[in-house]
Structure formats: C-alpha cells, structure tokens
C-alpha cells in the first residue's frame, strides 16, 4: 500500500529565504508526482507534475525533483514571499487504478 | 486548460437529510472520477473510484451505502451524502482523469459540507 509522507508538517521562514520542502513516498511503481498548494478553505492549485521517467520540473521561483528508486521528492521555492504562504501537499498517482495519494501536507508560512 | 467544476460550493444541510454534489468535466470526457474528503487540516483522502457506467470502488472503511456515487455520463459523477450527520461535515473534493490523455488528472474546486 502507497503512503506519502512529507516533511516538515510546518515551516515558518522569514521574507527571501530559500527553502527546501520534502516529500517520501514507499512504492516506486508510480506514473507521476505532483505537487499542489492549497489555500485556507480553497481547492486545490496544481504548482509543478513530474512524469516517472522525469528527474526534475521547473516552474519560475519553484523546483521540484524526482528520485524514483529512493522513492523522494523536493519541492525547492526561491527567494520566497508572504504570498507563498499556503499549504503544499505532494501526491503520487500509482501504478494500477490510476489512484492518487496524497501527503499530508507543509503548512508554509512567510514572513513579511 | 481541462476544467472540473463542482456545485454547489458551499451547503448547508440538517441532520438526516441527504445531499448531492456534483462533478462535472467541462472540456473533456472523464472516464474516471475520483472523490475525496479533507477534514480541517488534514490531507486529502481517497473515498472512491468511479468508471463511467459501472459501480464505483470505494476505499476500505468508507460506506458505500452513505456514499452514493453514480458515474452516468463522460462528464458528471455525483456523490450523495444519504442521511448526513455533523461528523459528516468536511471538504469534498473531486477529480477527473482525460481519457484521452491517461496521465492527467484535474482537480475541481471543492464542495464544503456542514450538517447541523
């Protein structure tokens, strides 16, 4: 059975810092990997999708990396500001019904 | 962009009664949809899958029989709460894979639930 884990479940960094957010997962048998910020009360925002066969996708201020066999990802955010602030959640689509797990989350909070 | 929307966006239901959500695929036919539910501050849980025309494959621990999911069309799935009770009361998301393109995956807007 797939779990995902991301770590830490809370960070608090002040304006322009760079930061790294982290994501596991135990079954390396996966289509993909996404992920999404989530706002207070809000769905769900896609931010960056790396194909199995990727090792890293780039999106502005945002990278995330991929390492299939050790089964990890990292969402790297640049420079980061106030409106980052948000929830990420990292999500792995599996092998085999096409379902999608999710992390529970990295509150991300910026500070101004 | 492919486009899922849910409706309605926010309910309010009593005690004992049922309600319905709906999924819909805007731009595309969804051969599969998915249903989730968040509770506050938690991660996103798979409640079940749903294929076009057939029963939906729900996770373990979830009730089919209070979750009622019809997957009529390409391009709308609904989820009916059946006699919701407050510790009903959460975020349901839904999502929609392009049957055309098998590894995408959209996501609609939500649909926040509280029973009274």
């Known amino acids: 059975k797939q779990e995902v884990t991301q770590i830490p479940a809370a960070l608090s960094v002040p304006e322009g810092e760079n930061l790294v957010l982290n994501c596991s997962f135990t079954?390396?048998?996966?289509?993909?990997l996404q992920w999404f910020r989530q706002d207070p009360g809000k769905g769900l925002t896609s931010l960056l999708l790396?194909?199995?066969?990727?090792r890293e996708q780039t999106s502005g201020r945002l990278n995330a990396s991929l390492d299939k066999s050790s089964g990890r990802s990292t969402l790297y955010i640049a420079a980061s500001q106030p409106g980052d602030s948000a929830t990420y959640l990292c999500?792995?689509?599996?092998?085999?019904?096409?379902?999608?797990?999710f992390g529970a989350g990295t509150r991300l909070f910026v500070k101004a | 962009g492919a486009v899922v929307s849910q409706h309605p966006s926010r309910v309010i239901c009593k005690s004992g009664t049922s309600v319905k959500i709906e999924c819909r695929s805007l731009?595309?036919?969804?051969?599969?949809m998915f249903w989730y539910r968040q509770f506050p501050k938690q991660s996103l849980m798979l409640m079940a899958t749903?294929?076009?025309?057939?029963?939906?494959?729900?996770e373990q621990g979830v009730e089919k029989d209070k979750f009622l999911i019809n997957h009529a069309s390409l391009t709308l799935s609904t989820l009916t709460v059946t006699s919701a009770h407050p510790e009903d009361s959460s975020f349901y998301i839904c999502?929609?894979?392009?049957?055309?393109?098998?590894?995408?995956?959209?996501f609609g807007p939500g649909t926040r639930l509280t029973v009274t």
């Open positions: 999502s929609a894979r392009d049957g055309e393109r098998s590894y995408e995956q959209y």
């Open positions: 079954d390396s048998a996966i289509y993909n």
């Open positions: 790396i194909q199995s066969s990727q």
């Open positions: 999500a792995v689509k599996c092998t085999g019904g096409f379902k999608t797990i």
């Open positions: 731009d595309f036919q969804a051969t599969t």
């Open positions: 749903s294929n076009e025309g057939s029963k939906a494959t729900y």
